[in-house]
Antibody, heavy 117, light 107 residues
Framework: EVQLVESGGGLVQPGGSLRLSCAASGFTFSSYWMSWVRQAPGKGLEWVANIKYDGSEKYYVDSLKGRFTISRDNAKNSLYLQMNSLRAADTAVYYC??????????WGQGTLVTVSS | DIQMTQSPSTLSASIGDRVTITCRASQSISGSLAWYQQKPGKAPKLLIYKASNLESGVPSRFSGSGSGTEFYFTISSLQPDDFATYYCQHYNSYPWTFGQGTKVEIK
């Protein structure tokens, strides 16, 4: 069974940093592109970033380039999102998801990031 | 960036109704479009990919059509479990973007 479990969310002050993790199981992690998608409270979905199965290609939504970094460790079956210079507008539930040709069949349960003083 | 515009934003319907949601892209995305269903507090669920392909295990009352810039998502006979928010998403080019969502409510 495919499982994606996010962790690392929580309350952080504006300007702070946070690293999200996504533990994958039930499939060959090193064979799939992976994404982060976020959803602000009461708002719609926003694709954040994705990473190729071997980590050699990464793409980001323009508005987050330079502040967020996606990475993976295939030996640990884990996906990461390093978030720096956090702002109130980054408050959201962050989902990791397994890609299939640009769409996502498998999603984690999400982890809530709250940026507030 | 390609903008995705869904309409309507909210839709009130009754059990058994046929429901159609429109998604328009600001430029051609060929058939690179997916549709998702999301219920409160849950992750989205993929229903349709490549504009018209039904994801495995998804009931056949759901369907998608369209290409280029105009796409349609239809529920042929609305069931109680279908009251949710639906999103379109393109993956033609980066950055991938979603429509703003359509909430399907009970009439």
């Amino acid at each position: 069974e495919v499982q994606l479990v996010e962790s690392g969310g929580g309350l952080v002050q504006p300007g702070g940093s946070l690293r999200l993790s996504c533990a994958a199981s039930g499939f060959t992690f090193s064979s799939y592109w992976m994404s982060w998608v976020r959803q602000a409270p009461g708002k719609g979905l926003e694709w954040v970033a994705n990473i190729k199965y071997d980590g050699s290609e990464k793409y980001y939504v323009d508005s987050l380039k330079g502040r967020f970094t996606i990475s993976r460790d295939n030996a640990k079956n884990s996906l990461y999102l390093q978030m720096n210079s956090l702002r109130a507008a980054d408050t959201a539930v962050y989902y990791c998801a397994r890609e299939r040709y640009g769409s996502w069949v498998y999603w984690g349960q999400g982890t809530l990031v709250t940026v507030s003083s | 960036d390609i903008q995705m515009t869904q309409s309507p934003s909210t839709l009130s319907a009754s059990i058994g109704d046929r429901v159609t949601i429109t998604c328009r892209a600001s430029q051609s995305i060929s058939g690179s479009l997916a549709w998702y269903q999301q219920k409160p507090g849950k992750a989205p669920k993929l229903l349709i990919y490549k504009a018209s392909n039904l994801e495995s295990g998804v009931p056949s009352r759901f369907s998608g059509s369209g290409s280029g810039t105009e796409f349609y998502f239809t529920i042929s006979s609305l069931q109680p479990d279908d009251f949710a928010t639906y999103y379109c998403q393109h993956y033609n080019s980066y950055p991938w973007t979603f429509g703003q969502g359509t909430k399907v409510e009970i009439k």
